[in-house]
């Protein structure tokens, strides 16, 4: 059974930081590229960062291109996501997900105050 548990969210003010963890288990993480996404309250859920499963090739939304960074370690079955210069749009619950599964995680709500 899959299984994903995001946390590392919390209130910070504008142009502060925040890393968010997603440990996993229930599949072969090191062959999954993995994902984070967000989703602000009323809106659909945003794909904003993605890395593949030997930690190459990030690539970002153009959203937080620049300021986030994903990684991952695949010894600890764990994907991450660095979120600095955070700005108030960036106030969401962030999901992480792993490509080709359809479970997601509770969440974790990051909310950035002006």
């Known amino acids: 059974q899959v299984r994903l548990m995001e946390s590392g969210g919390g209130s910070v003010q504008s142009g502060g930081s925040l890393r968010l963890s997603c440990s996993t288990s229930?599949?072969?993480?090191?062959?999954?590229?993995m994902n984070w996404y967000r989703q602000i309250p009323g809106e659909g859920r945003e794909l904003i960062a993605t890395i593949t499963g030997r930690g190459t090739n990030p690539r970002y939304a153009d959203s937080v291109k620049g300021r986030f960074t994903i990684s991952r370690d695949n010894a600890k079955n764990t994907a991450y996501l660095q979120m600095n210069n955070l700005r108030p749009e960036d106030t969401a619950v962030y999901y992480c997900?792993?490509?080709?599964?359809?479970?997601w995680g509770p969440g974790t709500q990051v909310t950035v105050s002006s």
């Open positions: 229930g599949f072969t993480f090191s062959e999954s590229a």
């Open positions: 997900r792993a490509t080709g599964y359809l479970d």
